[in-house]
């Protein structure tokens, strides 16, 4: 010990003077002499001073020094440091409590399982994340099912994700045991292994394209559309091209558009026949990006049409006066044309109202056929969901008293979770709105009935199904509402679908039914 200064660490470690370090950790004058002690008895693996470390942590009140010193601990090792650990995991500082679990996870101890799981529901998310690293430290063959075990994997999947990204333990049993995890576990590997280094990740990621379960596909599916090595990438994805939900579809097509691989380019085109607006549009612009040069054949023709649409609904957002380009629009009357119509309608335009009821005038042209009505619905109920609240009001300008009907009847709602928004049907909501539909006698309410009677379950993403305000896990199933709302259209004397209440010109409601409250 210098007598006139701080101890000279590095050389009492050079002399292997484990005595003199020991003594260091009770140096009053610096936080850094009492923890870079205790590093240095690490590096040592000296267990002879584990007594002393944990000491000089019960003493020490700096909560750095205390976080370095109880790494210091886990380095060593030494199982009589478990203790002192364990009763660090609920200390009310959560960097220490994150030191703490981490250097649990250093000894190896497969029976600390247990009480590193209970710091899976702590309220710091590092706190979570570094447990789960622990877990697979001190137990790697049975941690994930520990984790399942412990929490909800499907809301935590976001910063169990976070913890497992990069390279660690738990690659390995993860990638060995990826067929025998559970769902939102499977889902977990797929989204964090690409950063592992181990070549049988993505070879992992690549068969689960093929996966019977649609959220293990679908992660693999957006996985792959993150990174682009070369054209085989390309010829992996390709068949997602055809995948039965739309989102996949409409996002395959774009990243083939950024990843400029001219390999994509005949299953692109087939896309442009696609039966969602979003994929035609998607595969559409990609051509473009991808410098594909239009024929007079019919795929050339639905390229040309599609790129028009786009720039002049691009317009419509960037010119203070677009009336040419609105009525250009309207001209051209197909589904995709008055798909995106719609879209200029919901959203805010420089123009103001002048603007909007050129749009509606516009899309009023187009009620001889249904594109019109069903877009809108098909807008409100599949593109803005998760922005409820946000459009509410503006939905109110265009449907007038029927928009909380409307809602109720086609939106999905959300709740919060620690990982986010769970989204869920809410099947009592629904039949509420639907009672109300029941009780209005007019063309209106018949148009909307034939809409329900032809709504599709909800395949896009995982859900938390609501049925008479009790949550569970599983499929949405809308077959009682669309046979209650068949049944009413029997009743009714079967009226068959008119958009025409939706499409009076410049006004969303008839007449007759526009004060009648919902």
């Not at 529901?121 to 137990?139: G, W």
């Not at 499977?186 to 689960?208: E, L, Q, T």
């Not at 509410?392 to 265009?398: A, D, F, G, I, Y």
């Amino acid at each position: 010990m210098s007598l006139f200064g701080p101890p000279d660490l590095e050389k009492l470690k050079e002399k292997g003077d484990v005595k003199g370090l020991i003594k260091a950790l009770k140096y009053q004058k610096s936080e850094y002499v009492r923890y870079h002690a205790a590093e240095l008895l690490a590096k040592m693996k000296s267990s002879l001073a584990t007594p002393a470390i944990v000491a000089a942590l019960e003493e020490e009140r700096s909560s750095f020094a205390r976080e370095r010193i109880i790494s210091a601990l886990g380095t060593i090792g030494d199982t009589r440091a478990i203790e002192p650990l364990l009763k660090l995991l609920y200390d009310p500082d959560e960097k220490t409590r994150v030191a703490a679990v981490t250097a649990l996870g250093e000894t190896g101890d497969a029976q600390l399982v247990k009480p590193i799981c209970a710091l899976l529901k702590d309220k710091d998310e590092s706190v979570r994340m570094r447990a789960t690293q622990s877990l697979f430290s001190v137990n790697p063959e049975d941690a994930a099912q520990a984790i399942s075990e412990s929490v909800d994997v499907t809301r935590a999947s976001g910063w169990i994700t976070k913890a497992l990204v990069g390279p660690g333990p738990w690659a390995v049993p993860l990638l060995s045991k990826f067929e025998k995890l559970d769902t939102p576990m499977r889902v977990i590997v797929i989204r964090a292994c690409r950063g592992w280094g181990n070549p049988r990740a993505m070879k992992i990621v690549i068969k689960a394209l093929k996966d019977k379960d649609a959220d293990v596909h679908r992660a693999s599916v957006y996985e792959l559309c993150r990174y682009y090595s070369d054209e085989n990438d390309v010829k992996v994805l390709i068949p997602a091209l055809n995948d039965t939900e739309s989102d996949i579809r409409r996002n395959v097509a774009e990243v083939f558009g950024h990843w400029g691989d001219k390999t994509a380019i005949e299953p692109l085109k087939a896309r442009l026949k696609d039966s969602d607006h979003s994929v035609r549009l998607a595969a559409a612009l990609a051509l473009k990006e991808l410098g594909w040069k239009s024929g007079k054949d019919e795929a050339g023709l639905s390229y040309e049409e599609l790129i028009k649409i786009n720039q002049l609904k691009e317009a419509i957002f960037t010119k203070s006066d677009p009336e040419k380009e609105i009525k250009s629009l309207g001209k051209i009357r197909t589904v995709d044309s008055v798909n995106a119509l719609v879209e200029t309608l919901i959203e805010p335009l420089e123009g103001g109202e002048r603007i909007k009821e050129l749009i509606v005038t516009e899309i009023a042209k187009a009620k001889e056929n249904k594109a019109a009505a069903e877009s809108i619905i098909n807008y409100i109920s599949g593109k803005l969901h998760y922005e409820y609240y946000q459009y509410e009001e503006r939905l109110k300008n265009v449907f007038e008293d029927y928009t909380s009907l409307i809602l109720d009847l086609f939106l999905i709602d959300y709740s919060k979770s620690e990982d986010g928004y769970v989204w869920y049907y809410d099947l009592k909501r629904n039949f509420e709105a639907l009672e109300k539909l029941r009780g209005m006698k007019n063309p209106m309410s018949n148009a909307l009935l034939n809409l329900v009677a032809q709504m599709e379950d909800p395949q896009d993403m995982p859900f938390e199904a609501s049925e008479w305000g009790m949550r569970k896990r599983g499929a949405v199933d809308l077959k009682k509402l669309r046979d209650a709302a068949a049944e009413e259209l029997k009743k009714r004397g079967s009226p068959v679908y008119d958009a025409s209440p939706f499409l009076v010109e410049s006004n969303w409601v008839i007449n007759n039914v526009k004060n009648q409250k919902v």
